[in-house]
């Protein structure tokens, strides 16, 4: 639909939009880091890595409530969730992000500190190492039979 999204986007946008094609994985931070928000819906995401990126990147996220989705973005805290497959939902929720810098700003804050504090892979896997740990130490050792 490549084709068709860059017609809409001329007509209602023009001069406003730019198709970049693919972009090296290395060189995202540059495009995320560019921009003011980050819209993609994440129709049958189980996780949304590029949630999680565009956040650690300081973007508020907008996008559809699903299981998901809604594992890697706090609706309200670090990004705007909308309910079901309603296009007008959205729309109002990117043209009130689009429409207020100061609640961009806090979201957008409040996703870099969600990631640094919740998804950060290092901590993570201190926990577990540390639970682990725990649970040899607290374990009696079995007899031989």
Request: charged letters at 25%; proline letters at 5%; hydrophobic letters at 35%.
């Amino acid at each position: 639909m490549e084709e068709q999204l860059k017609a809409l986007a001329t007509k209602l946008l023009p001069g406003q939009t730019l198709f970049t094609g693919r972009v090296a994985r290395k060189d995202m931070v540059q495009y995320y880091s560019a921009a003011d928000l980050f819209v993609f819906p994440g129709i049958g995401e189980s996780l949304g890595m590029v949630y999680l990126e565009a956040q650690a990147c300081g973007l508020p996220v907008v996008a559809l409530d699903s299981p998901g989705v809604s594992q890697v973005v706090v609706s309200g805290r670090t990004g705007l969730l909308v309910g079901g497959d309603d296009e007008q939902a959205m729309a109002g929720a990117i043209r009130e992000l689009l429409r207020s810098p100061e609640l961009r700003t806090k979201l957008g804050e409040e996703g870099v500190n969600y990631v640094r504090e919740h998804r950060n892979a290092q901590q993570n896997y201190q926990r577990l190492s540390d639970k682990l740990e725990e649970i040899v130490r607290n374990s009696s050792p079995r007899p031989h039979q």
